[in-house]
């Protein structure tokens, strides 16, 4: 099931359960695409297989739109949907794929942990949301550290040479998709089942096609050695990565605070690491579960002291 985008009808107060499932698939799907996105770049250059991903499922939530009575997008919904698409996808997950080819994937969800603070930080500072309070920078700050303690376990050093560069690549691109999140919520989208979100991944499919092709990604890549790891995890990045969690990720924006849809930062590195566990054998040390332990209290502290947000009318 595909969740609504901001652009869709949203109930005046959505169920808890309804809400509850958006954050479960934004948590856990979100927290294995580190890893499928590192398998996938193993044969697929970076800018080339998020275009892919977010244009193959750009278009098929564009067609299940249309097929469910969508109206046809106008300019200036086309226009609002290559800000914010340009900002959360080339900026953010652009600037993710692009530096996993150097950064270690904690290290990585580490950097991506800011966007809390970000989006805490725009909202007040940029959007005239109350000023934060006592509890919430608590939250925030906590969480942070628990992330922290989390990458400390597997071994990450410091970052120098190309590492470094990445690194300050993935925080700038923190700081797009948390400030896209927050545009988001002013733009003018349509008001059609998933049409949103099908505008916003075929703009950003577009132009990481774009970026991909000025970085010289399309004269070096033979796709005759496209490993068949590499495929699968782009299947899944498509249908559980974009379509499923992006799609619920954009819905909770217009249905609670950033603050509160910011906390998957926090617990993304969990479900990563868990899975390796899992998966790869990757042992589980006292202190991972102490990571774990702090930064789910965090996510608990943040989800008490921010109240749901209504959508704001357009």
Known sequence: MIAPSPGDSTPRDPSTLRVALAFAAVYLVWGSTYLAIRFAIETVPPFTMAAVRFLIAGALLYVW??????????????????????????GGNGAVVWAEQWVASGLTALL??????????????????????VWSWFGLLWGLFGVWLLVGTQGNGVLTGPALVGGIVVLAGALSWAWGSILSRSMQFPSGPGMS??????????MLCGAGALSGEWSSWAPAGTSLKSILALGYLIVFGAMVGYAAYIWLLRVSTPGRVATYAYVNPV????????????????????????????????????????????
């Open 65 to 90: 739109a249309r097929l469910r009575g969508a109206a046809r997008p106008s300019r200036r919904e086309w226009r609002d949907a290559l800000v914010v698409g340009g900002l959360l996808l080339l």
């Open 112 to 133: 991506v942990a800011t966007v809390p603070l970000w989006m805490v930080l725009l909202d007040w500072l940029w959007a005239g949301a109350p000023r934060p309070g």
């Open 197 to 206: 979100t099908s505008l916003q991944m075929l703009a950003g499919g577009t």
């Open 271 to 314: 479900v990563a690491l868990l899975l390796g566990w899992a998966l790869a054998d990757e042992p589980l040390s006292l202190r991972t579960l102490a990571a774990a332990f702090v930064i789910l209290s965090a996510v608990v502290v943040l989800s008490r002291v921010s109240a749901p947000s209504r959508p704001r009318p357009r």
